[in-house]
């Protein structure tokens, strides 16, 4: 391809992005799972200018999302399909959340973020990503959405490429909706589960007689009794220092002979590097944290008191990164 030509299209990437959103938004990918339908059909039923619709759609359809067919209607493709919220590895989740306005205005700040190295977050909006949501529900019902969606398309590959039945208890520290834990629990029958999460975070969720609900913050501890402790993409959201605080509460649960699971992406090791390193300039920009390497996961590891064991791969962009407390 031309230079020129491809640097444009790298260039308005994020046109592409606010369509997609906006169709995830409105749930056309839903209304499609039936079959082709008619732009009035759909503008009916989304509320939506017709005419700007199409507009919309027609987009979408040169990037193989939607197809159009002779008689004027849309159907749904493969790739389309990803944007239904019940599909398996739907993606809705996270397109709903990287349009929302809040999420958008604090990447204009990336400059100031890559000159000063501050949260580019903070900045825009003038307090972290955790109060804004915090005090906005419906944004944290969004951000909620899209970290089911994430853990939904790692989740089966984390919980069949690493030996859980080894242990008795698992803790799923900021486990959310506990997508992965329940992946963890379907595979091993004989696995005990704990999901520990924000009080706001699990109150809609209910307990089984293999799984424990616990509402609380892992700065200030996490519950004892686990065999392992599982963190999945929590460690990433965080500059050193409250990671390593997140990962001494763990310690400090722990038994001597307790496991410590991160499952994060490497910067070292990545199967796709471009995903990874935008992965990381995200963080950078919206929770203030940041991608690593193996080598600096160790560091970390063994300032709360762990020695770093090794990293499995999962055949996705995620390792399974395991320590154990250190001796003495």
């Avoid at 486990?175 to 999901?195: K, S």
């Avoid at 199967?271 to 990381?280: I, K, Y």
């Amino acid at each position: 391809m031309d230079p020129v030509r491809q640097m444009r299209r790298m260039l308005n990437g994020y046109q592409v992005a606010q369509s997609l959103s906006v169709a995830t938004r409105l749930g056309i990918s839903d209304l499609l799972a039936d079959g082709p339908r008619t732009v009035e059909d759909l503008a009916r039923t989304t509320g939506t200018h017709a005419p700007t619709l199409l507009r919309l759609l027609r987009a979408l359809a040169t990037i193989g999302i939607y197809q159009r067919s002779g008689d004027g209607r849309f159907g749904l493709t493969e790739l389309g399909a990803t944007l239904r919220r019940d599909a398996p590895r739907s993606v809705a989740g996270w397109a709903e959340l990287i349009g929302r306005p809040y999420y958008v205005q604090a990447w204009t700040a990336l400059e100031g973020s890559v000159r000063t190295g501050e949260n580019a977050f903070q900045h825009v909006h003038g307090m972290s990503v955790w109060e804004y949501r915090a005090s906005r529900p419906e944004e944290q019902a969004t951000f909620d959405g899209a970290m089911r969606a994430v853990s939904g398309t790692v989740a089966e590959a984390v919980a069949g490429a690493y030996d859980f039945g080894r242990f008795g208890t698992v803790v799923d520290v900021g486990g959310g909706h506990g997508t992965l834990m329940a992946a963890i629990l379907a595979r091993h029958p004989e696995v005990r589960g704990v999901l520990f999460d924000q009080p706001h975070a699990v109150a809609d969720l209910v307990g089984t007689d293999r799984l424990r609900i616990v509402g609380g913050d892992f700065f200030a501890g996490v519950p004892e009794g686990g065999d392992a402790y599982l963190l999945k993409a929590v460690i990433h959201d965080w500059p050193d220092e409250e990671s390593v605080a997140i990962l001494r509460s763990c310690r400090r649960a722990m038994a001597p002979t307790g496991t410590l699971l991160l499952v994060e992406q490497l910067l070292d090791q990545a199967p796709d590097p471009a995903v990874t390193a935008f992965s990381d300039l995200n963080m950078l920009v919206s929770p203030g944290g940041r991608e690593r390497e193996l080598a600096e996961y160790g560091r970390l590891l063994s300032a709360a008191g762990f020695r770093l064991v090794g990293a499995v791969p999962t055949g996705t962009d995620v390792f399974v990164i395991e320590a154990a407390p250190a001796a003495g």
